[in-house]
Nanobody, 121 residues
């Protein structure tokens, strides 16, 4: 069974950090770009960050630039999203998704089930 599983979410105070993981099973990630998306209650899903299959290219939403870092370890079949200086507006369900080779806003083949991130004092 092909699937992505996110982990690492939780409750954190403003200014704190979390590291999300996206692990693949049933397929290898080295041919896939991985995107992180988030959806807050009552809002549309938005793209947060993406990393090309080789790791040679990354991109970030303006709202997280300088605070979030995406990385990947293809040997572990896992992609990470390091989130620092978290703000209450970062509260959302975070999803990872996979598509072949290149990052895009669309056309992801596989999605994880999501992990909740809550930033609150």
């Amino acid at each position: 069974q092909l699937q992505l599983v996110e982990s690492g979410g939780g409750l954190v105070q403003p200014g704190g950090s979390l590291r999300l993981s996206c692990a693949a099973s049933g397929f290898t990630l080295d041919s896939y770009a991985i995107g992180w998306f988030r959806q807050a209650p009552g809002k549309e899903r938005e793209g947060v960050s993406c990393i090309k299959n080789s790791g040679s290219s990354t991109n970030y939403a303006d709202s997280v630039k300088g605070r979030f870092t995406i990385s990947r370890d293809n040997a572990k079949n896992t992609v990470y999203l390091q989130m620092n200086s978290l703000k209450p507006e970062d509260t959302a369900v975070y999803y990872c998704a996979a598509r072949k080779y290149y990052c895009s806003r669309y056309d992801y083949d596989y999605w994880g089930q999501g992990t909740q991130v809550t930033v609150s004092s």
